[in-house]
């Protein structure tokens, strides 16, 4: 089945560590973006990539980084600098020349 | 930059009724789309319609169409003989166009509407 997959379901995290949530698509989607979420707030944009080896910031990108090195992969990495990051990390992803984004299950992250 | 107002953060209905969720934004772009995404207790986010700010006609996905009012920049969305697996966030999000291009285009939401669905 296509779609977008994100592990794990649930991450637990020790203070000062960092820790990459996956998200992997086969729905040959060139961009890909992740949200984060806040009880009582919408998703607000970490980072999105449109194409293989190129990402940009989105508005809360501090503390994150990302990287491209494939089409179906946009793995999201949480520093120890991002200062309050348990929330739960949305995956989407979106086809060219298309403007509607799917997303995947959802990461729930919880440090410790 | 764009916002989104959803002033309804609760509501709850019965079950067959129909129920009116509300979304406002302001914008100075002339060309745009409108999203209705939903959130059940699963967390996975679902798009249930979206709307071209250039299309006159409103959309319509089976038991949910929207009332898109592009002078008064509302966006509502109606739920028409509602269904118990309707129970969920609902989200409202707005997405700025460029012509052929959705390149950097990023969706901005509003802090939703929880909506139950009484048995």
């Known amino acids: 089945d296509g779609g977008i997959t994100q592990s794990p379901k649930y991450l637990f995290r020790k203070e000062g560590q960092n820790v990459t949530l996956s998200c992997e698509q086969n729905l040959n989607h060139d961009a890909m973006y992740w949200y984060r979420q806040d009880p009582g707030q919408g998703l607000r944009l970490i980072y999105y990539?449109?194409?293989?080896?190129?990402?940009q910031k989105g508005d809360i990108a501090e503390g994150y980084s990302v990287s491209r090195e494939k089409k179906e992969s946009f793995p999201l990495t949480v520093t120890s600098a991002q200062k309050n990051p348990t929330a739960f990390y949305l995956c989407a992803s979106r086809a060219t020349g298309s403007g509607t984004q799917y997303f995947g299950p959802g990461t729930r992250l919880t440090v410790l | 930059a764009q916002t989104v107002t959803q002033s309804q953060p609760e509501m709850s209905v019965q079950e067959a009724e129909t129920v009116t969720l509300s979304c406002t934004y302001d914008?100075?772009?002339?060309?745009?789309?409108l999203f209705w995404y939903k959130q059940p207790p699963s967390r996975q986010m679902i798009l249930v319609i979206r709307?071209?700010?250039?299309?006159?006609q409103n959309a319509t996905e089976n038991r949910f169409s929207v009332n898109f009012q592009k002078a008064a920049k509302s966006f509502s969305l109606k739920i028409s003989d509602s269904q118990l697996g309707d129970t969920a966030m609902y989200f409202c999000?707005?997405?700025?166009?460029?012509?052929?291009?959705?390149?950097?285009?990023?969706?901005?939401f509003g802090t939703g509407t929880r909506l139950t669905i009484i048995p």
């Open positions: 709307q071209e700010a250039y299309k006159q």
């Open positions: 914008t100075s772009e002339n060309n745009y789309y």
């Open positions: 990539s449109q194409i293989v080896n190129d990402f």
């Open positions: 999000a707005f997405m700025k166009h460029r012509a052929g291009n959705f390149g950097n285009e990023k969706l901005t």
